[in-house]
Each structure stands twice: as structure tokens, then as C-alpha cells.
């Protein structure tokens, strides 16, 4: 085998894979960033984050960058099944919106600074070399140059997205996959009013000129002045309203009175963008000399606005288990199950929750009560936006036995 070049190779530096290179490099360890993107550049993304993504921004060393961008501090979540402030965690007591060019620029360049890692941008990664059965390193191009080459490391990890080309070129089996739920699409906008206080908003009815019985908008007030205004439909309907997607977004907006009161008037300040193509699943985390993190391990539908906190909270893990192993303390295979197991068990309960899956388990009517006692009782209403804000884990309020639990609690009472 030919001498490895680098600890780690990461495919894909955005947040998933600048968040694991700066882990990486913290623990001593080498790393090549690749990213075929050139950075800043967008990319589709509510953007919208919560306190366990700014505790993580704070471990590795951007919080303060990122906090100085002129993005509202979110106060309270409003969500058609929830409405409660964000509770305060680590001292943090509020969600940010903030552009991915923007944001992931601040990551990147946060990596770039690092003594240990390597940049590349703009490079395409076009193959895994293997050595019998284990990947050893990476074939690439540079987009601009035209410039081919291979280098080597002794794990590569993709973190490029769910359709992630590390995952297929690596043969990653998909589990508990459930199909695309919903189309969803946004804009930005300005002139929007803010919430008194600043607040992330989300709003829901049917929308039939689509044929859709379930729609939703979203208004995440963001920086520069922007507001994120989202549109999205019940995946049935996807056909029908990319017909004309700008006309359909309008429409939609115009259905829900309470989201055209405050947006009627704003003016739009660029194109909408978006997708039906959102699948849910979850992918093997990892093979011989190969990982998955961020949604290349695990994507689902932007609804429930987890990807970012999920993302970053991988990436620990990761970088977790990769020191055990490299250090000693435990096997490849010992240290990545373990990677798997933990990520696994942080993701399942919310992931269960964003598809409906838990809804199914404890059947429908337990849980039109859940919803019903949310907005019955305030401090379960709390500790629903804290659990999706990760400031106590979802398995406290979004698995069967807690909704159970809840449920049982009240009619005891």
C-alpha cells in the first residue's frame, strides 16, 4: 500500500465537514478539505439553527464570527404543533437564520487557518482508490485547470450531502428509509415585519389549487436584512406545483392569511428555489477506510429544521471515535460501531418524529392528544422546543414511551 498523505480526507467542507476537519486537526490529526464548490457560494438550506449548533460553533472556535453577523436573535419558535421560547442552554437562549454563503465561509476559512488541514475548493472528487477491499484515498479534478490527481489517507470521510458521492461509490446500505414527504421551496425577501419578540414562524392549511390537503409556509427573519419565506407541499402535489413554481409559490402564500399579512407587501429580492427531492433515511456510517456524517449518513425532511444541529453533533462523534482508534484505545471497527450506535440513537428520536413514524407507533389518537396537551400545558409545550433544540435529548419527549408518558400523566390527573 502506498504511503497515506494525510490523516483524513473530508469530502465536502461545509458545515458537516469543516466542523469534522477543525475536530480532526484539534486532536493533532491531518486533514484534506475538498469541496467542489468555491466558497462563498449558496446552497439549498433553510438555514435556520438552534442552541445546540451554537454551542458546537463555540467548541471550535467561530462563535463570536458568527455572532457578529447582523442576523435577528430569535426569541421564540412558532411552529403550527408548538409555540414556545427557546430555552436558554449554555447561555444561549436563541435561534440564528443565517445564508450558508455567509455562514459556511466563516467555517471554511476557520479551517483554512488551521496548521494541520488543507483546502481545496473548487475540486471534484471522481473516484475512491481501493486496496482490495478497503479505500485508501481519493481520485480528483480541479474544476478550473483541469489538474487530475490521487492522494491517500487512512480514512476518507464523505460529507457531501445526501447524495453523497462517497456513500455511492462506497456501496453505504440505506435503513429505515422513508420516501420524500413533502416539495419545499423559498425565497428572500425584504420589508418583512419581525415578531415582538423576533420569532421563527411556520404556518399550515391545505392548499387545493395543487391538489395538496397538507401545506406549509415558513418566515425565518435571516441577515442582511432578508427574510427566508418558505412554500411546501405534501409530496403528492410536487408534480402540479413545479408546473410554474413561482406561480404556485404565491398562490400558496396567498392561501395562508395569517403568512400574506406579513409578506403581501415585502418584496421579493431573488429567485425561488427548491426541491421535492428530499428523502428520508438513514445510511451505514461507515466501512473499511471509509465514513459517512451529515446528511450523507442521514438526511430527512427540512420540516422539523434539524440538519444543522445534526450535522455538527456528528461531527464530534466522529472525530471522537476516530481518536479512540488512532490513539489505541480501540479497533477501526470497535471505534466506528460506536460511531454509528451514538449517532444513530442522537438522530432516531427526532428522525422519527420528522417522518411520522412515531406518530404511527403510538397511533393516531394518542397522539392528536399529545398535540392537543401542548397547547394545553405550557411546560410541555417547553420541553417539546427544547428537545428539538437539543437542550435535553429528543428521547426525553419524542419516542413512544415519552409520548406515552405525557399523554398518561395528564389523564392520571
Known sequence: MAPVEYDAIVVGARIAGSATALHLARHGYTVLLLDRDRFPSPTLSTHLF?????????????????????????????????????????????????????????????????????????????????DDDRVVGVRYRARRGRTEGEVRARIVIGADGRGSFVARAAGAVEYDAVPPLFAWYYAYMIDVPLDDPPSAAAFRGPFPEVGAEYSAAFIFPADGGLTLVGFGVEHAAFGRFRRNVRQSFFAGLRSLPAVWERVGQARLVSRVLGTGHLPNFFRAAWGPGWALVGDAGCHKDPHTVQGMGDAVRSARLLATALDRWWRGQASEEESLSWYQHERDADLRPMYDFTTFRLQAQVGDEIWERFNQLTWEDEGLACRRVAAMTHAVHPADVYTPEAVLRAVHAHSAA
Do not use: N
Open 50 to 130: 438552534f442552541t445546540d449548533t451554537l454551542g458546537a460553533f463555540r467548541e471550535l472556535g467561530v462563535l463570536e464570527r458568527v455572532l457578529a453577523v447582523d442576523a435577528p436573535r430569535l426569541r421564540w419558535l412558532r411552529f403550527p404543533y408548538v409555540a414556545a421560547p427557546f430555552p436558554e442552554h449554555d447561555g444561549l437562549d436563541f435561534a440564528l437564520c443565517i445564508r450558508r454563503e455567509v455562514l459556511d465561509t466563516i467555517l471554511l476559512e476557520q479551517a483554512a487557518a488551521q496548521p494541520g488541514i488543507t483546502v481545496q475548493a473548487g475540486t471534484q472528487v471522481t473516484g475512491l482508490i481501493w
